[in-house]
């Protein structure tokens, strides 16, 4: 199987002057055993901060390749950061440690990758005016896919493809509340058409995110 959702991003990606997005490569453990995931659930193995198009032309190749020999999917920030608000929070972050420092805490190459790669994920390093949610649907359901995209309208950007379902991405205009109805309406309006196995499977298997990583690219 492999997902290519770069020609679907295309529809998001919009690369401004002092801004970038991150892109990942993320070994999950559900792909199978792989001795470079460390943790229980996934590990970040690499990153690349892409700023324009021509650097992703370049790189995409080179992330593609590394995610074939690894194992990883790709991954990428759907809210694009900027550049300046990266650089004063980190700086904060590194003065807040060099505190700790003071009274004893050793600084080492692994924190200060960890505040870097921590930073360039936040919140509150996003850009204005692009910022995104992603209803994460984790079951292969066209008809829930559907739903959700005609339910959302023209605050719809794009649909990624997933190994186990869907990353539907749309405008933050989209209110949380209107996620909890989306939802709570299909259900109170086929309840009595649907099976209870079903309804559960619906509540455990979607979800609202923001600030989320959507998925670029992924071969096994």
């Given at each position: 199987?492999i997902?290519?959702?770069?020609t679907?991003?295309?529809?998001?990606?919009?690369?401004?002057?002092?801004?970038?997005?991150?892109?990942?490569?993320?070994?999950?453990?559900?792909?199978?055993?792989?001795?470079?995931?460390?943790?229980?659930?996934?590990?970040?193995?690499?990153?690349?901060?892409?700023?324009n198009?021509?650097?992703?032309?370049?790189?995409?190749?080179?992330?593609?390749?590394?995610?074939?020999?690894?194992?990883?999917?790709?991954?990428m920030?759907?809210?694009?950061?900027?550049?300046?608000?990266?650089?004063?929070?980190?700086?904060?972050?590194?003065?807040?440690?060099?505190?700790e420092m003071?009274?004893?805490?050793?600084f080492?190459?692994h924190?200060l990758?960890?505040?870097?790669?921590?930073?360039?994920?936040?919140?509150?390093?996003?850009?204005?005016?692009?910022r995104?949610?992603?209803?994460?649907?984790?079951?292969?359901?066209?008809?829930?896919?559907?739903?959700?995209?005609?339910?959302?309208e023209?605050?719809?950007?794009?649909?990624?493809?997933?190994p186990?379902?869907y990353?539907?991405?749309?405008?933050?205009?989209?209110?949380?509340d209107?996620?909890?109805?989306?939802?709570?309406?299909?259900?109170?309006?086929?309840?009595d058409?649907?099976?209870e196995?079903?309804?559960?499977?619906i509540?455990?298997n979607?979800?609202?995110?923001e600030?989320?990583?959507?998925?670029?690219?992924?071969?096994?």
């Open positions: 199987m997902i290519d959702n770069l679907t991003l295309l529809k998001l990606i919009d690369f401004e002057e002092g801004d970038y997005y991150k892109f990942e490569a993320i070994i999950r453990s559900k792909d199978g055993l792989n001795p470079l995931c460390t943790n229980p659930n996934s590990t970040s193995i690499k990153y690349w901060l892409i700023s198009w021509n650097e992703l032309d370049k790189l995409y190749p080179v992330m593609q390749e590394f995610c074939n020999i690894t194992g990883a999917r790709l991954y920030t759907l809210d694009r950061k900027n550049i300046t608000k990266t650089f004063i929070n980190t700086s904060k972050n590194l003065f807040d440690t060099l505190t003071m009274y004893g805490s050793k080492s190459i924190k990758n960890k505040i870097i790669a921590s930073e360039t994920s936040k919140k509150d390093n996003s850009a204005k005016n692009c995104t949610w992603m209803i994460d649907i984790d079951i292969d359901d066209e008809y829930i896919k559907r739903l959700t995209e005609e339910y959302l023209d605050l719809h950007i794009c649909t990624l493809k997933t186990n379902g990353h539907v991405i749309s405008d933050k205009k989209f209110g949380a209107r996620f909890i109805d989306l939802y709570t309406t299909f259900l109170s309006n086929h309840k058409n649907l099976s196995d079903y309804i559960n499977t509540i455990q979607v979800s609202l995110k600030n989320a990583l959507g998925l670029v690219y992924y071969k096994n």
